[in-house]
């Protein structure tokens, strides 16, 4: 397993920004790995929000087209998640996680193994 810290999080109002940051550790390249931001409102489901694959190839949930871009740097093993034009629904607590496969989805299924790595979280609150 992989050991992951977010950062980044914070409250803003609508409208505004706000990145996300995931940094990896633990003899490890994260180049071999699918990698993915999920979140998590009280009393609701994880659900994912974006992937980025280890060749780079991104995916995102519907909601967050557009506003919402990730991203890594493998030399720096740090995943980013860029939040523009918050809105109130995406207030939630954030999570990074790492999962070694070619494979990558945002659907949260393929994500339910022991074989994924996860972050402790970061909070975002927008209002």
């Known amino acids: 397993h992989v050991q992951l810290v977010e950062s980044g999080g914070g409250s803003v109002q609508a409208g505004e920004s706000l990145r996300l940051s995931c940094t990896a550790s633990g003899c490890t390249h994260m180049s071999s790995f699918c990698m993915g931001w999920f979140r998590q409102a009280p009393g609701k489901e994880r659900e994912g929000v974006a992937v980025?694959?280890?060749?780079?190839?991104?995916n995102y949930a519907d909601s967050v087209k557009g506003r919402l871009t990730i991203s890594k740097v493998n030399a720096e093993s740090t995943l980013y998640l860029q939040m523009n034009s918050l809105k109130p629904e995406d207030t939630a607590m954030y999570y990074c996680a790492a999962r070694r496969s070619s494979a990558c989805s945002h659907v949260y299924s393929y994500w339910r193994h022991n074989d994924v790595s996860w972050g402790q979280g970061t909070q975002v609150t927008v209002s």
């Open positions: 980025i694959s280890r060749r780079g190839t991104t």
